[in-house]
């Protein structure tokens, strides 16, 4: 049931999105922890005589590695109670995980990461208002990831590959014994994924021109990396490779003058193809330290709906969310938004000093009843308005599983939802969560169309990465509707392939026509776009081939300039409340170097998007292979603060084994 205070203000909903008797309960058992001390007082009592006041338990613990003692990060580890109810956290680089809000009772505990034989521990034991302490200790799985059956299957949304029957160890006391395990992937069926139809290589002379808008978006390389730390071969059409590309933050340098960002260029060998060229393009947005960001309006619109129960939805999504609450300062405001069979307001806007009471709305959520998106978008957009800062920074970050099912639900609607709500100035960033119903395809449509970008959170560092070291790239836009079109000189270039932006791609004439969307640029954001190119005069079987017209000669273009310059790289942007572009002009010479002496950030970028390649299957994948991803990864991976990048490098590996079996 809804209560509507009026049209304009927010309104509370009762039970289940959130827990109004809590407040009553909370009352009572003050009222009783007094009465208990009172009590004690006059009658001489000791307190723990009395009733005591259940606080629910805890267990965390390190999980490592059994035979060299390292710290295993990203490890999923979940409790199980009696009932079939899940509790579950991932472990953090250093191996820690923590498992909070449990019942007294006795649980089973189960560990697996991809390389290492899956763990169970029965009968672990957990008292209320307390800590239990558990290491796990994981062993290598060599032996038994050779009797790994990968089996292909073909479904109308997925295409995965299923690991089956992988054997692994119980522990119990000191009993152990080998059992089978079956990794199903019938919990993904229900994902879905816009179909990627992979750029080709185009002819210079007919096609020089190729325009695309930047994407900012970095959803993929996370859900990618949930598929493969869970056993499976990413589905293709979940592996965006700009995507990856641009999970990276890459060491550009910082804009000098007026323009939001710098442009960097480079030429070098093509690491899967001896015989053509990689061009590397890459855009640093200027960084703004988070005491000189503008004031924030920010609307969090919750999806709370029944299919967000799990634990790596709405109890991974608070914690998440908590985070970012701890960032915020006195001139930011927040609104909570949340939707199931209807949309709500839970918390009316509210200044960042009052981090309590934002906690506290967020804490009591719960989920339950189907899912309204539609009519959540529509008054999260209304209460941002309704708290408007001019020069601020107004957003709207939705986060959900993406499974709508009540009003505007397919994508076309949404689409045409979101495409109207950014006329408001309110910008959007969307954030999914969880697995096995996710809807990839709805939500790259959402942040697509509404001036946002997309992130997918699969644990809790990944919230981290998002909600404090990204802070302004992922809240504060500094540049919009940011287009790349790249001029090749074909002179020097016969073909070209634009590496991934599959769906980024825009018409020619849409370059200089104001009035089409493109990609938003944050505060220290980093943009990275790479060419495949074949040389004139170089020889490629991997190009396509058109036969001779039989009733007209095409005449080629004469060249008229003579120049070293490989390309020209136009773009194209607007400030975050410009309706007029401003043009950046800048050319690449053709000075390539080899791939030994070309930079950290070419060599890396290009070792993410061979792997790509690789897991996309592409038919321009060419020599790529995973080693060498890993060779190429380790040589540049440079200063690697948070640790992305070593992560990355232990997936290359993973997929190399899961490759050679």
Not at 276 to 297: A, M
């Amino acid at each position: 049931m809804l209560l509507w205070k009026n049209k304009t203000q927010c309104i509370s909903i009762s039970k289940p999105i959130v827990k109004p008797k809590l407040i009553i309960m909370k009352t009572i058992t003050l009222i009783a922890g007094s009465l208990a001390i009172i009590s004690g007082i006059f009658f001489n009592s000791p307190l723990s005589e009395k009733e005591p006041i259940i606080k629910p338990g805890e267990l965390q613990g390190f999980v490592k590695d059994k035979s060299t003692n390292e710290a295993i990060p990203f490890v999923n580890v979940v409790l199980v109670d009696s009932a079939g109810g899940q509790f579950g956290a991932s472990s953090d680089f250093n191996g820690k995980y923590r498992i909070q809000h449990l019942t007294k009772g006795t649980y089973t505990l189960r560990a697996r990461f991809i390389g290492y034989q899956a763990l169970e521990i029965q009968n672990v034991v957990i008292n209320s208002a307390k800590i239990t302490y558990l290491d796990i200790k994981l062993s290598a799985s060599a032996i038994e990831m050779q009797e790994f059956e990968v089996v292909e299957e073909s479904r109308s949304e997925l295409s995965v590959r299923k690991l089956k029957t992988a054997a692994y160890s119980v522990v119990s006391g000191n009993r152990v014994g080998n059992v089978s395990y079956d990794w199903d992937d019938s919990y993904m069926a229900n994902e879905s994924y816009s179909e990627i139809s992979e750029n080709e290589f185009k002819h210079s002379l007919k096609d020089p021109l190729s325009t695309f808008s930047i994407d900012v978006d970095a959803a993929s390389y996370s859900n990618v990396r949930r598929m493969i730390n869970q056993g499976y071969a990413p589905q293709k059409n979940a592996v965006r490779v700009e995507e990856m590309i641009n999970y990276f933050s890459y060491d550009y340098p910082n804009p000098k003058g007026n323009d939001p960002f710098s442009i960097t260029t480079e030429v070098s060998d093509c690491p899967w193809n001896e015989q053509h060229k990689l061009v590397h393009i890459g855009l640093q947005g200027k960084k703004i330290e988070t005491e000189n960001l503008p004031p924030s309006n920010l609307v969090f619109l919750i999806d709370v709906s029944g299919s967000m129960s799990n634990y790596n939805k709405l109890p991974l999504l608070k914690k998440s969310f908590a985070l970012l609450v701890d960032q915020l300062r006195p001139q930011d405001r927040v609104a909570i938004i949340v939707y199931a069979g209807a949309a709500g307001c839970v918390l009316e806007s509210t200044s960042g000093n009052e981090k309590g009471k934002i906690l506290g709305a967020l804490e009591n959520l719960q989920s339950g009843g189907s899912t309204a998106g539609g009519a959540g978008i529509n008054l999260a957009y209304k209460i941002a308005l309704n708290n408007f800062l001019e020069g601020g920074n107004n957003r709207v970050i939705l986060a959900t599983d993406g499974d709508f099912n009540v009003g505007a639900s397919s994508d076309n609607a949404m689409e045409k939802l979101i495409e109207e709500k950014r006329k408001s100035g309110v910008f959007l960033t969307v954030l999914g969560f969880g697995m096995g119903n996710y809807k990839d395809s709805k939500m790259e449509v959402i942040a697509d169309k509404g001036n946002g970008n997309y992130a997918y959170i699969d644990n809790i560092m990944e919230a981290k990465k998002v909600f404090v070291n990204e802070l302004g790239a992922t809240l504060f836009t500094i540049a919009k509707d940011v287009k790349i079109q790249v001029e090749f000189n074909p002179s020097k270039v016969a073909y070209y392939k634009l590496i991934g932006y599959e769906n980024r791609m825009l018409a020619a004439e849409d370059f200089n026509d104001d009035t089409k969307d493109a990609g938003e640029l944050g505060a220290g954001h980093t943009v990275t776009a790479l060419y495949e190119i074949v040389p004139v005069g170089v020889k490629s079987n991997i190009v396509p081939s058109i036969d001779p017209l039989k009733y007209q000669k095409v005449k080629e273009s004469k060249i008229v300039v003579d120049s070293d310059e490989l390309l020209t790289v136009k773009f194209r942007y607007k400030d975050p409340k410009g309706t007029t572009s401003k043009l950046i002009v800048k050319e690449l010479h053709d000075k390539s170097v080899k791939l030994a002496n070309a930079s950290d950030n070419f060599k890396y970028s290009a070792a993410v998007t061979e792997f790509g390649l690789l897991l996309r299957d592409s038919k321009y994948k060419a020599s790529s292979n995973y080693s060498h991803v890993v060779e190429l990864a380790k040589s540049a991976k440079g200063n690697d603060v948070y640790g992305y990048r070593t992560e990355f490098i232990r997936l290359a590996e993973t997929m190399e084994l899961l490759a050679d079996k």
